[in-house]
């Protein structure tokens, strides 16, 4: 096979970009699988040998240090990591897994790859704790136990160890099946000619969503060069989207002007972490606190956009306490906010609901929906 189009040896020079460049997973991998001239079963390959090593790093290093007396250098271990994924987790044949992952390796490092690559293929993996079997920071286990209980939230940590399942609504557009649930809640019941702001629109899953149903949207964001996404998706779907840059905090428009103004809010995204690979190694304890603060002074903003009878949806990628009751919580006692829970198949979640990744094999999402008093 030629070099260029070796998915291993790809795969190895994407965990290089992420590890030394902090490259983000998916854009690394998408600019290398375009220049590739791979085939679609060795991108898919490729795919998962990134996607996977990255999820499963710290249980991967686990196994590998049982068999290493020293630190190797990051290239090497890299190359180890790949094989243990292989071999563990990926269903690849032994032999197949430890000859072509070696020769990936550096050549003076081959002959160590080749004794800890065959060695792990044959060792049955004892785990000190569910942190390192599942290949979590100890922080996301131990919140989410707090949070969602040890049951759920272990069945949720499991699940996005797990590739995402493609989805794709009638008009073509790949978007999760929670993230569609959320678009079709917000425009539930919406009048005739109603008119929706998405605050936190980028890339414009939702946005376009609620365009399709004939709503007239307002897309918002705060990044130029993301709203251009936006647009870009709303020109190829063929619906309209008003565009408008803007600070959510701080919202242009004027008051009681939306039926509808949904908050999809920049969050910690522990609710997604099998389609963002990297994430859990990105995500800091601090981040969360910061997050909801932010959370609840784009709600403060929003509610006095919506018209008197219009309703106000908050939504949030993530499943922690503080991003989503707790959030729902502070804002209630600042506002006079009159809750209305959405039905199945959102699980009951304070006065919201909530979706797990492992009870649709989604997104784990959490939507809360007011009525302004």
């Known amino acids: ?19 030394e ?25 490729c795919t998962d040998l990134v996607y996977g090593t990255t999820r499963m790093r710290r249980a991967c290093d686990h196994l590998i240090d049982r068999f290493l007396h ?93 590739a995402s399942p493609a989805v794709t609504r009638p008009d073509g557009y790949h978007q999760d099946r929670a993230s569609q649930l959320v678009a079709a809640l917000t425009v539930e019941d919406l009048p005739r000619g109603g008119t929706v702001l998405d605050l936190c629109a980028a890339p414009g899953g939702k946005a376009t969503a609620m365009a399709g149903t004939g709503a007239r949207v307002v897309a918002a964001d705060l990044r130029l060069s993301r709203l251009r996404l936006v647009g870009d998706n709303a020109e190829r779907l063929g619906v309209g989207c008003h565009l408008v840059q803007a600070d959510g905090v701080r919202p242009p428009f004027r008051r009681a002007s939306f039926d509808r103004v949904l908050v999809d809010a920049p969050c910690s995204g522990l609710g997604v972490l099998r389609r963002r690979a990297d994430a859990r ?32 949806i908050y939504s949030v990628c993530t499943v922690t306490a503080a991003e989503t009751t707790g959030v729902d919580e502070r804002i209630r006692s600042v506002v006079d ?31 809360f929906r007011y009525r302004p008093g």
């Open 281 to 312: 190694w990105r995500i800091e304890r601090e981040d969360i606190g910061r997050l909801a603060d932010l959370q609840v002074g784009l709600l403060e903003a929003a509610v006095t956009l919506v018209r008197p009878g219009g309703r106000l």
């Open 21 to 45: 460049e902090g490259a983000y997973a998916n854009l690394a991998l998408g600019a290398a699988l375009g220049r590739s001239g791979m085939d679609r079963r060795d991108r898919a390959f």
């Open 70 to 162: 020293d630190d190797v250098e990051p290239d090497v271990r890299r190359v180890l990591r790949l094989g243990v994924y292989q071999l563990r987790w990926a269903g690849v044949p032994p032999h197949a897994a430890v000859s072509a992952t070696v020769d990936v390796a550096p050549k003076r490092a081959r002959g160590l790859c080749n004794a800890v690559l065959r060695r792990l293929a044959e060792h049955e993996p004892t785990w000190p704790s569910p942190a390192i079997e599942l290949s979590y920071p100890d922080w996301i286990i131990d919140r989410l136990v707090a949070d969602l209980g040890e049951a759920d939230a272990l069945g949720a940590l499991m699940t996005m160890n797990t």
């Open 337 to 367: 906010l009159h809750a209305d829970p959405p039905g199945a198949p959102w699980r009951p979640f304070g006065s919201g609901g909530l979706l797990l990744p492992q009870d649709l094999d989604s997104e784990g999402m959490a939507v």
């Open 1 to 19: 096979m030629n070099a260029a189009g070796d998915p291993r040896r790809i795969a190895h020079e994407v965990l290089r970009r992420i590890d």
